[in-house]
């Protein structure tokens, strides 16, 4: 697959670190560094902007050093980035430390994924087939 991509940071474009990497790192594009004091979010421009095909999404995820080590992660995750939006994609990043984290120009800051997707014919019923689980939802399967 090709995916149309204008670069409009001064950054490489976006790359897998390794052969079986599912998500290559989103690079912040700053003019000056960003303070996210705790607790607070803010929205990073990569300066990016793609045309996906159809039948895609791009998914923008934490990156799990980031997320252990500085407590700083991706607010809505994975954020969805649509095959018809064409405006440059940001990263909502929210800092859940205790401490003030800065963002440099050019830091990773998130992991994106390109994932297929279906849109499926809902259908509308009056009832659902039955399952052994039923209606067991959240902590249905027991301790241990």
Request: glycine share 10%; charged share 25%; with cysteine.
């Amino acid at each position: 697959m090709k995916i149309e991509i204008i670069n409009e940071s001064h950054h490489p474009l976006p790359k897998y670190a390794t052969p079986l990497s599912a998500g290559m790192d989103l690079r912040a594009n700053l003019e000056t560094p960003v303070i996210l004091h705790p607790f607070e979010r803010k929205l990073i421009p990569t300066g990016l902007r793609m045309a996906l095909p159809e039948g895609y999404e791009a998914q923008v995820r934490p990156r799990s050093g980031l997320a252990l080590k500085k407590g700083v992660t991706v607010l809505n995750t994975p954020g969805t980035i649509d095959a018809d939006y064409r405006g440059e994609v940001c990263v909502i990043l929210i800092n859940l430390s205790t401490e003030d984290f800065v963002v440099e120009d050019g830091e990773r800051i998130a992991q994106m994924v390109i994932a297929r997707h279906e849109q499926p014919e809902l259908i509308e019923v009056e009832e659902l087939s039955e399952t052994e689980r039923g209606e067991g939802g959240f902590g249905h399967s027991g301790v241990k």
